[in-house]
């Protein structure tokens, strides 16, 4: 048995640092026919599923990833990095014609532009028999996937649920538009949602401007009894939401080299304490404390 599986995404992360980007009105702008040249370059790997895994692994749990991969030249980069990070990717899906790539222009401020290629897919499961690592797993993550079918994304937390698992899932903005029917229907699969401030908006169907704490309370009561909302918000810190509980947890100072997968750093630093411990609070500082460490370093886990 494995303490989670996590399922999503995973890619090839390509880093390009500079201090000769020029920067205007918060754009890195580049001017067409222009070279320019990368103080230093580095090779990770991330997406979001890819990189809780990496973070729970590195908390102390026995980690497996769920994932597409592609049979190209970054297959062997790919594995050699969840080997040396001991993840295991026995139910990791082998794909032809599959890229997941992306160019990240770093500052020396630590901000980040990035430019993603991926190749859509729209199915985990092709027939019953890939359910079955889903049985092996005392605990889920499910990362942003949103081209992947609603339906079967549903039908993995059931089949999930049924076998006993605690189920974490994160909506990326594109399924936080989705109607509240289909939303209601996830929240039901799910004991912990974990949203950023963007994505909690759009799920309220509200500005973020307008986003407080007494408008998230009255929204949230009733459709979420029994469940634990997770809410971050950047160097403002994070909130989460228990019933008619509500907790809050400021950001952790420290020296900003890539902002890239700090949240992600955050959702395994929580995750691996609330299966450790069940508390939302000593969870939250959890996730804030890894979150600084990401961002202390380049390389999204």
Not at 20 to 26: A, M
Not at 78 to 95: A, G, P, Q
Not at 119 to 125: A, D, E, P, V
Request: net charge negative; proline share 1%.
């Amino acid at each position: 048995m494995y303490d989670l599986l996590s399922i999503g995404t995973l890619g090839v992360d390509l880093y390009y640092q500079s201090e000769s980007y020029s920067i205007e009105n918060n754009k890195i702008s580049f001017v067409l026919g222009d070279k320019y040249l990368a103080e230093s370059f580095f090779v990770g790997i991330g997406g979001g599923a890819t990189n809780v895994a990496i973070g729970c692994e590195k908390h102390g749990l026995r980690t497996s990833l769920m994932a597409k991969i592609g049979n190209n030249p970054f297959k062997k980069l790919i594995l050699d990095r969840l080997n040396e990070e001991r993840i295991s990717h026995l139910h990791c899906d082998y794909e032809d014609n599959y890229h997941n790539v992306s160019s990240i222009f770093l500052t020396s401020s630590g901000e980040r532009t990035v430019l993603n290629y991926h190749t859509n897919h729209q199915h985990f499961l092709r027939d019953e028999k890939d359910l079955e690592p889903l049985k092996r797993a005392n605990n889920i993550f499910l990362g942003n996937l949103p081209d992947v079918s609603w339906s079967e994304r549903l039908k993995m937390l059931h089949y999930a649920k049924q076998n006993g698992a605690k189920i974490f899932v994160n909506l990326g903005l594109k399924d936080c538009k989705r109607d509240k029917d289909q939303l209601d229907a996830m929240i039901r699969a799910t004991d912990v949602l974990i949203l950023n401030s963007k994505e909690l908006a759009e799920f309220m169907k509200i500005s973020s401007d307008s986003l407080n704490i007494q408008k998230v309370i009255s929204h949230l009561n009733g459709r979420f009894y029994g469940k634990v909302v997770v809410v971050t918000h950047g160097s403002k810190g994070s909130y989460a939401f228990s019933d008619n509980a509500v907790f809050y947890q400021p950001a952790l100072e420290g020296n900003i080299i890539d902002t890239l997968g700090a949240g992600d750093g955050y959702t395994s630093g929580f995750i691996s304490k609330y299966i450790e411990e069940n508390d939302i609070k000593d969870s939250m500082l959890a996730g804030a404390e890894y979150a600084k460490v990401i961002i202390g370093k380049i390389g999204a886990n």
